[in-house]
Nanobody, 125 residues
Framework: QVQLVESGGGLVQPGGSLALSCAAS????????IGWYRQAPGKEREGVAC????????YYLDSVKGRFTIARDNDNNMVYLQMSSLKPEDTAVYFC??????????????????WGRGTQVTVSS
């Protein structure tokens, strides 16, 4: 059974940093394009970052460019989202997702085949 589990969320002050992890069982993350999405209360789910399969091309939401970094850890079958210079508007539940495709995109969430249950990130003073 495929399972994605996010961890690393929490409460952080504006300007702070958090590192989210996505651990997988039942599949090898390196065989999938991986995306991080987030959903704030009352808002649509939006793609934040993704990493392609194979060449590890990455894409980011404009508002997080330069602040967030997505990276694979193939030895441990994990993907990370390093977040820095966090802002209150980054507050959301963050999800990782796996897409059985070579390229990655953060526009169409329904293209992703597997999803985790999410981890809450709250940026507040």
């Amino acid at each position: 059974q495929v399972q994605l589990v996010e961890s690393g969320g929490g409460l952080v002050q504006p300007g702070g940093s958090l590192a989210l992890s996505c651990a997988a069982s039942g599949l090898t993350l390196d065989d999938y394009a991986i995306g991080w999405y987030r959903q704030a209360p009352g808002k649509e789910r939006e793609g934040v970052a993704c990493v392609s399969r194979g060449y590890d091309t990455t894409y980011y939401l404009d508002s997080v460019k330069g602040r967030f970094t997505i990276a694979r850890d193939n030895d441990n079958n994990m993907v990370y989202l390093q977040m820095s210079s966090l802002k209150p508007e980054d507050t959301a539940v963050y999800f990782c997702a796996a897409d059985d495709a070579w390229g990655c995109q953060i526009i169409i969430a329904s293209e992703y085949d597997y999803w985790g249950r999410g981890t809450q990130v709250t940026v507040s003073s």
